[in-house]
């Protein structure tokens, strides 16, 4: 499996952005996918979560109301949609890919394939 992240930039407070993580090598549909952010001197941490099919996603509390998680079956794609951005969510966001079973979605070692990530640096 092979995740490539694209879509980072910097941006001011209150912008938007639209990153993308373009999945091959394998089966999508096997596959569990998430989204990780590590910002400098800090843990990697669980941003967003979609299930297989779609029909389940799961957000840290920070980023409520503010992200929305999405993939495309045919493109093979996973998105993550961002808006009213905020400095604190500076950091590399990465791509990951778990079974479609995985019981912990928001733990780093439950996904097995992670892509080199992407920088979203938000200014104030």
């Known amino acids: 499996v092979q995740l490539v992240e694209s879509g980072g930039g910097s941006v001011e407070t209150g912008a938007s952005l639209r990153l993308s993580c373009a999945f091959s090598?394998?089966?999508?549909?096997?596959?569990?996918m998430g989204w990780f952010r590590q910002a400098p001197g800090k843990e990697r941490e669980f941003v967003a979560f979609v299930s297989w099919d779609g029909g389940t996603t799961d957000y840290t509390d920070s980023v409520k109301g503010r992200f929305t998680i999405s993939r495309d079956k045919a493109k093979r794609m996973v998105y993550l949609r961002m808006d009213n951005l905020k400095p604190e969510d500076t950091a590399i966001y990465y791509c990951a890919a778990g079974p479609d079973d995985i019981p912990e979605v928001t733990t780093v070692d439950e996904y097995e394939y992670w892509g080199r990530g992407t920088q979203v640096t938000v200014s104030s």
């Open positions: 090598g394998s089966i999508f549909a096997n596959f569990a």
